[in-house]
């Protein structure tokens, strides 16, 4: 079947470094997306990962990709409050359906 | 720099109305989407579309239906709006292969009372 689950809150200090957390169940997804939901705002695409990819480092974020689990995270290093968003995790199998999960809000604590 | 534009931000409408909610994009896109985005619920797909003239429900269609009669545009119909689908509605568009990008519209707002 096709679920994406992730938890719904998290909360980090300024300056710590933020992990999201993402579990999908299809394992014949061949890219993994996180989107970012800006307050008042649509989604936009922040990072994605091939599923043949172990990890992604990009800047700030990382991904990590275990396939055995089929769990995926994004870390925020040294985050900072315009990183306080909603973020998606995503699969994509096909050329024309992409699965989202529910979103983890991440609110910055001073 | 891609577009996709939903025609509102905010509508409220009446319990049995007939409802439009339109989306535009300008980046010759094949496919388009619409999703509801609810707390705790996340995104669900509602309908999308991979080609003029062509739809397929996704998740949650009843209550719905959709219209693409040009490329650019894909429009979302509630039949006669009821309470619970007030919710956040947002359009998407991207190409059609794997390994694409979804460019999101900003959101319309809906209100049913």
């Known amino acids: 079947g096709e679920d994406v689950e992730q938890s719904l809150f998290l909360s980090v200090r300024e300056g710590d470094s933020s992990v999201i957390n993402c579990t999908y169940t299809?394992?014949?997804?061949?890219?993994l997306y996180w989107y970012k939901q800006e307050p008042g705002a649509g989604l936009q695409l922040l990072t994605y990962?091939?599923?043949?990819?172990d990890m992604k480092q990009d800047q700030r974020l990382t991904v990590l990709l275990n396939k055995k689990d089929k769990h995926l995270s994004l870390r925020i290093a040294d985050t900072q409050t315009g990183d306080s968003a909603i973020y998606f995790c995503?699969?994509?199998?096909?050329?024309?359906?992409?699965?989202f999960g529910s979103g983890t809000r991440l609110s910055i604590r001073p | 720099d891609v577009k996709v534009t939903q025609s509102s931000r905010y509508l409220v409408k009446r319990t049995g109305e007939k409802v439009f909610l339109e989306c535009v994009q300008d980046?010759?896109?094949?496919?388009m989407f619409w999703y509801r985005q609810d707390p705790g619920l996340g995104l669900r797909l509602i309908y999308f579309?991979?080609?003029?003239?062509?739809?397929e429900k996704g998740d949650i269609p009843e209550g719905y239906s959709v219209s693409r009669e040009k490329k650019e545009r894909f429009s979302l119909i509630l039949e006669s709006a009821s309470t619970n689908q007030t919710s956040m509605y947002l359009c998407a568009s991207s190409l059609h292969r794997a390994n694409t990008e979804a460019f999101f519209g900003q959101g319309t707002r809906l209100t049913v009372v």
């Open positions: 299809d394992s014949s997804s061949t890219y």
């Open positions: 995503a699969e994509s199998k096909s050329a024309s359906k992409i699965i």
């Open positions: 990962i091939f599923s043949n990819m």
């Open positions: 980046m010759d896109h094949e496919n």
């Open positions: 579309s991979y080609d003029v003239k062509m739809k």
